[in-house]
T-cell receptor, first 109, second 113 residues
């Protein structure tokens, strides 16, 4: 059974702070890693993906991948109240996708 | 507008009554997938399709069927729904499998009594 684990939270950070979200996965053969954001009652939307070890930055978001430790993280800099949502980590292994249960983030104004 | 549509958005039905949830995308995507989302269990893949006439089981295929006769459509069929299939269902599509964004439909909330 391929597993993707996230802390469910809730994670609360003040506006302007850095939010750090973490994800671990069990399948060493996993090939690519995605972060989706899901607002309450809405469908998931892609924030970014990463497939090589190291950091990948896109605006206020940075994804970090460490395949040796089977660990993926997402940093959100200058957090805004509009970032309050559930963040889903997803892993692709072959033709299938596996999602974590999500981390709920609240950014306090 | 590029989108994935699902119908119906909400459905309440009774045990054993066959139902179909439709999914359509207008982006010429090859890869399509169905997920169910349950509290504490996250999104789980039910079935996926690499292209027309090519479908395969995901993690939780029991009790579901799919077909992919046309590239744009990927219906989810519950032949004999049971209460444990009460869930929020999402259809998603992407250009191909791999490092591509999956675009999700708006979701279908199904209740089986």
């Amino acid at each position: 059974q391929k597993e993707v684990e996230q802390n469910s939270g809730p994670l609360s950070v003040p506006e302007g702070a850095i939010a750090s979200l973490n994800c671990t996965y069990s399948d060493r053969g996993s090939q690519s890693f995605f972060w989706y954001r899901q607002y309450s009652g809405k469908s998931p939307e892609l924030i970014m993906f990463i497939y090589s070890n190291g950091d990948k930055e896109d605006g206020r978001f940075t994804a970090q991948l460490n395949k040796a430790s089977q660990y993926v993280s997402l940093l959100i800099r200058d957090s805004q109240p509009s970032d309050s949502a559930t963040y889903l980590c997803a892993v692709r292994a072959g033709n299938q996708f596996y999602f974590g249960t999500g981390t709920s983030l609240t950014v306090i104004p | 507008e590029a989108q994935v549509t699902q119908n119906p958005r909400y459905l309440i039905t009774v045990t054993g009554k066959k139902l179909t949830v439709t999914c359509s995308q207008n982006m010429n995507h090859e890869y399509m997938s169905w997920y169910r989302q349950d509290p504490g269990l996250g999104l789980r893949q039910i079935y996926y399709s690499m292209n027309v006439e090519v479908t395969d089981k995901g993690d939780v295929p029991e009790g579901y069927k799919v077909s992919r006769k046309e590239k744009r459509n990927f219906p989810l069929i519950l032949e004999s729904p049971s209460p444990n299939q009460t869930s929020l269902y999402f259809c998603a599509s992407s250009l191909s499998v791999g490092d591509y964004e999956q675009y999700f439909g708006p979701g279908t909330r199904l209740t089986v009594t």
